[in-house]
């Protein structure tokens, strides 16, 4: 396999750490992808140029994107004339290194594998960067430092490296879609028709939706006091509630209609949110009835004078007669 040649006149590495890479697992993945362009789609939604340890690894790799972008074929020769000035090609010999990097075919077979190391070390480097300026902000002593602001920058930084790691793209068979696609009607009829995801505790509202499913963005919105941290709490409750008691029924976790949840919250302490779903079964008579109607009794739209008045349907509680008026 080819190796990048360093410039004779470049100065030696230091002895010490050197920070993760793997410049052979670049070499094959790029010599992969200019013989079968097809790999291509497997890799370029995750991995991008600067994941590359070598700065021209990644210049090649961003070429071949550009030229399987407009339908071209990427090989050594359409490569070439992109790269007859670079300097950092020149320091390998010219244009001609992209052909030794094509030079093991056998690369192919292990190109997905090599994309992920990659990613991954970049990953890794990422994490190695903001390690030394956490380091290096925590030795700074000087006056105007403020340690919290510190704290909640290296929180942000960690943040941005884990979130990286969150999206992974690839081309999936026809096969193995319709598995998954098998697997959800078998997880919707096991729970009698309706519930295809992770129960919401609604029984409307998993009929309307089928329940709360992987890569779904949910937004619960509505005016201040309307209820909000109330229901998604009431729905976190009911899927953490749900898996604890299929898991005792022997349901194995990939196909519990519920979930283990996590509820942050930037406006109520934890004790807040405890004390608020400690007291929810003191209204869940009235939640099960919401439920299941729409609108009021008739015998309080009769006991009502606003309700009299309309045939508008209003949604009353136990505690609230209607919510235009109250009784006579």
Same mark, same amino acid.
């Given at each position: ?9 470049? $100065? ?17 993945? @790029? ?23 070598? =700065? ?16 071209? #074929? ?8 992109? /790269? ?27 190109? &997905? ?12 480097? %990422? ?15 000087? #006056? ?29 068979? /026809? ?12 997880? $919707? @009829?096991? +729970? ?44 976190? /409750? ?18 519990? !209609? ?5 509820? /942050?919250?930037?406006?109520? +302490?934890?004790?807040? @949110?405890?004390?608020?779903? $400690? +007291? $929810? ?5 009235? !939640? &099960? ?7 009021? %009794? =008739? ?9 009299? %008045?309309? +045939?508008?349907? &209003? ?14």
């Amino acid at each position: 396999m080819a190796e990048i040649l360093r410039h004779p006149g470049a $100065a030696e590495a230091p002895e010490g750490p050197t920070l993760p890479q793997n410049v052979e697992a670049e070499a094959a993945l @790029l010599g992969a992808l200019m013989l079968d362009n097809r790999l291509v789609e497997d890799v370029q939604l995750k991995l991008r140029a600067e994941h590359f340890f070598e =700065p021209l690894h990644g210049r090649i790799y961003e070429a071949v994107l550009r030229l399987t972008d407009r339908n071209m #074929v990427a090989n050594p020769v359409t490569l070439r004339p992109l /790269f007859e000035a670079d300097e950092g090609m020149k320091q390998v010999g010219g244009p001609a290194y992209l052909a030794q990097l094509t030079g093991s075919g056998a690369a192919i077979i292990g190109a &997905r594998d090599f994309a992920q190391q990659i990613y991954d070390l970049a990953l890794l480097r %990422s994490l190695v960067s903001v390690g030394r300026e956490m380091v290096e902000n925590a030795l700074d002593t000087s #006056v105007d430092v403020v340690p919290l602001e510190q704290i909640e920058r290296a929180e942000t930084e960690l943040y941005k490296v884990a979130e990286q790691g969150g999206g992974e793209g690839k081309v999936k068979a /026809f096969a193995e879609a319709t598995r998954l696609a098998l697997e959800t009607a078998e997880k $919707a @009829l096991n +729970s009698g028709g309706h519930l295809s995801g992770i129960t919401t505790g609604l029984d409307s509202l998993n009929t309307k939706i089928g329940g709360m499913h992987k890569s779904d963005l949910m937004i619960l919105a509505g005016r201040p006091g309307m209820g909000k941290t109330s229901l998604a709490t009431n729905i976190a /409750f009911a899927a953490a509630q749900r898996y604890l008691r299929d898991i005792e029924d022997g349901i194995e976790p990939a196909k519990s !209609a519920g979930a283990a949840t996590a509820f /942050f919250s930037l406006e109520m +302490s934890a004790d807040q @949110l405890a004390t608020r779903r $400690a +007291s $929810a079964p003191k209204t869940s008579a009235w !939640a &099960r009835s919401a439920r299941q109607s729409s609108g009021t %009794s =008739p015998e309080r739209r009769r006991n009502c004078r606003p309700c009299r %008045s309309t +045939s508008t349907t &209003r949604l009353a509680s136990p505690s609230r007669p209607c919510a235009r008026g109250r009784g006579d």
